[in-house]
């Protein structure tokens, strides 16, 4: 066994939660090796994220690419497998919640190498959700489980995980976004697409539940039309999305002035939209987070949300698909009376240090 950590990364939600944790680690000059397991691929899911937030280049890329939750799971599995025989690494360190965590997660259990997973303990109670099936299972095997907020203290416990094994460490992503804040001001992008500072939305939408199905994505086309009416959208899409747009013949339907059109962006870019704009539409995770740090108005569209303190003290609302409270909360946002959200605990750009130093103290020393 060497001293050698882990750090998996794989889809693009997953390149700011280990950014700020390998800065930690190469002031500490603690040794690790990055895996990159190719879940994501192209240049503005991946690659990108790499350049803006300072990521080395991996030093395995297991070039996975894309397919069914199987098949996906599986490539990673095979070939983590291997690495994990070559290396032997001390501790796997996995985050969040897509197909290379889980993946990733029990290949090195099974080879009794001990976990570590980065924002454990969220539950949306959503079984149609794959991130459900992923979080949940990846945190009845990991080792060490940080959570984020306290909701993923009473959830870890609630299904028998030992609390000696759960530490509450803050948000990563909140690290990211301190660190790079500065450098996002400065970009200016929203002035490249021509809008004004807080005189437009920004709208994110991927989830299999809002766009794999016609009727779904027809919803949420009536969503963004209504919103259109309203104020300017920017709306940049991501591959699933464009994929369904293509396939039912919908992409003609957001041909309008007050919707603008991008590719993915890179993490300074859309950080840059994020922080100019006047509220977010979407069904991610991570910008309900990013969002409430931010305190700007978040309006979800999702029936659930595994993040519960970003309702409970941030500013978001779940919307589901209902065009009645979408009125509702955006006529709030736009005449300034929305909600306007609180400080959230331990959501100070120091979790990459507190997971560090206990990394150090219960791995390292041992
Ligand atoms: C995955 C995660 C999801 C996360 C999302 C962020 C799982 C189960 N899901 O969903 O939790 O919110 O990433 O993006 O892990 N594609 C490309 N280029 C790429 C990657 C994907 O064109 O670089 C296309 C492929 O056609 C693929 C589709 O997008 O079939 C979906 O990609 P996939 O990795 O299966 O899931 P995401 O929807 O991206």
């Excluded at 690790?32 to 280049?57: A, C, E, R, V």
């Excluded at 940080?146 to 995980?161: C, D, H, M, Y």
């Amino acid at each position: 066994m060497t001293n050698n950590i882990f750090i998996i990364g794989g889809a693009r939600p997953n390149f700011m939660k280990i950014a700020p944790l390998i800065n930690e680690f190469k002031q500490q000059k603690i040794k690790f090796k990055f895996i990159h397991t190719g879940q994501h691929y192209d240049y503005n899911m991946s690659k990108i994220f790499l350049d803006n937030l300072g990521i080395p280049k991996p030093d395995y890329f297991l070039n996975v690419g894309s397919g069914t939750h199987a098949l996906q799971t599986a490539k990673i599995m095979i070939e983590f497998d291997k690495v994990i025989i070559t290396e032997k690494p001390r501790l796997v360190i996995v985050v969040g919640d897509v197909n290379s965590t889980i993946a990733c997660a029990l290949v090195a259990k099974k080879r009794s190498i001990e976990v570590a997973h980065i924002e454990a303990g969220l539950r949306s109670f959503d079984f149609k959700m794959p991130e459900e099936i992923n979080r949940r299972l990846t945190d009845q095997i990991s080792d060490y489980l940080f959570i984020t907020e306290r909701s993923g203290l009473q959830n870890l416990q609630k299904e028998g995980i030992d609390s000696s094994k759960i530490f509450f460490v803050g948000n990563v992503m909140i690290d990211n976004l301190i660190n790079n804040i500065e450098e996002a001001r400065k970009n200016n992008y929203f002035r490249n697409l021509g809008l004004l500072n807080g005189s437009y939305g920004i709208v994110t939408i991927h989830r299999p539940s809002n766009v794999d199905d016609k009727k779904d994505l027809e919803k949420v086309i009536e969503i963004l039309n209504y919103i259109q009416s309203k104020i300017k959208i920017v709306f940049p899409i991501h591959p699933r999305t464009r994929k369904s747009l293509i396939k039912y013949n919908l992409e003609k339907e957001l041909n309008k002035p007050n919707i603008v059109i991008t590719e993915p962006l890179g993490y300074l870019e859309f950080l840059n939209l994020i922080i100019n704009s006047k509220f977010i539409l979407t069904d991610s995770g991570g910008i309900q987070e990013e969002a409430s740090y931010l305190k700007i108005p978040i309006l979800t569209l999702r029936n659930n949300t595994e993040r519960p303190v970003t309702i409970e003290e941030g500013t978001n609302t779940l919307l589901g698909n209902d065009i009645l409270k979408l009125k509702k909360h955006l006529g709030e946002i736009l005449s300034d009376t929305y909600k306007k959200g609180k400080l959230i605990e331990m959501w100070d750009g120091k979790a990459s240090q507190r997971i560090t130093n206990i990394i150090i103290d219960k791995v390292l020393k041992n």
